[in-house]
């Protein structure tokens, strides 16, 4: 890890399901925000995004799916773009305050380690505020983690 990674001021926010991703909007998504929403399929998410923000960037792999969002919403920007390439998100020239990331390979056990990564990844290049991931696996991880600080001894009762 380096310097750059560890001084990072993102707020990761995980989720376990759709219902809770869209909960989130009210809390992180204020009116001077650009938010980037990954894998936002025919583009739902992005529609409830939209009205609470200053600009709203809905992104998929899938150009059938972007067709189809653009068709639905055309007052939404949405473009293709793979989620895991986080240079072609910057090419996409906006400062990202908020993103938004609702990949659905990234709901189990086995891809924990690639939710992180991706994490790591935007909130490095990009350094957007709060990132919101759709993720129990993640969620149930982090629920079972606790930062230590030296100094901070372990808790009463524990070895």
């Keep these: 890890m380096n310097e750059k990674q560890l001084r990072l001021a993102t707020r990761f926010v995980a989720t376990r399901d759709v219902k809770e991703y869209r909960a989130t909007i009210p809390f992180h998504v204020q009116a001077d925000n650009v938010v980037l929403e990954i894998g936002c399929e025919w583009g739902t998410t992005t529609v409830l995004i939209a009205p609470r923000c200053k ?38 020239g906006e400062s990202f305050t908020k993103v938004y990331i609702d990949m659905s390979g990234l709901s189990g056990y086995r891809s924990l ?3 992180i990564a991706l994490l790591q990844a935007y909130a490095t290049v990009l350094r957007p505020q709060t990132i919101v991931i759709k993720s129990a696996a993640l969620k149930h991880f982090a629920s079972h983690c606790q930062p230590w600080w030296p100094g901070q001894g372990s808790p009463a009762g524990q070895s």
Excluded: M
């Excluded at 709203?56 to 055309?74: F, L, M, N």
């Design 113 to 115: 380690l690639d939710a």
């Design 55 to 92: 600009l709203v960037v809905g992104t998929d792999v899938s150009p059938d799916c972007i067709a189809r969002a653009r068709q639905r919403h055309p007052e939404i920007r949405f473009e293709v773009l793979d989620g895991f390439d986080v240079l072609a998100a910057l090419r996409l």
